[in-house]
């Protein structure tokens, strides 16, 4: 039985790659959103798309999982326009850079699975397009160095 989706990313490609970044040890499957899926312990995943459009990309995992997008400059960050995070998840408690240059995020989505996250920082930095922000637990924040730096 596969396991649930427990980051979900909406992205809008050109027909080009995708970049699925993450850091730390990980063990995920990813359900690219055009019929392809994949088991990775890589941190940079890549997928090409036969075809321009918007895909839901499901990732799913039973251990930690880390997003680390990190203003790469490569094929990624920009491309995402939503993210969601269900509980259940394991984010560990350093999600640093996570979704920084992500300019094209327009929503995100949370639960409480931020609620063991000590550090913060550059999580969501360049997240221009955010416009809005949900509640987010970050009870066992430490470090919010330009957490939303250059948001509006």
Not at 16 to 43: C, H, I, M, P, Q
Request: with cysteine; glycine share 8%; aromatic share 12%.
């Amino acid at each position: 039985m596969p396991l649930p989706p427990l980051i979900i990313y909406t992205i809008t490609n050109t027909g080009s790659a995708f970049y699925l970044r993450s850091s730390g040890t990980v063990d995920y499957t990813v359900d690219w959103g055009d019929g392809s899926s994949e088991a990775s312990v890589s941190n940079a995943l890549l997928h090409t798309y036969s075809a321009s459009g918007t895909y839901t990309i499901n990732v799913s995992s039973d251990v930690a999982y880390r997003p680390h997008f990190a203003a790469s400059g490569a094929t990624g960050e920009d491309q995402i326009t939503s993210v969601e995070i269900r509980d259940g998840i394991n984010l560990g408690t350093d999600l640093t850079q996570a979704w920084y240059g992500a300019q094209n995020i327009t929503a995100f989505v949370a639960s409480s699975a931020t609620s063991t996250v000590q550090v913060f920082s550059s999580t969501w930095q360049a997240c221009s397009s955010l416009t809005g922000f949900p509640a987010v637990n970050v009870s066992s924040g430490t470090n919010f160095y330009a957490a939303w730096y250059a948001c509006t």
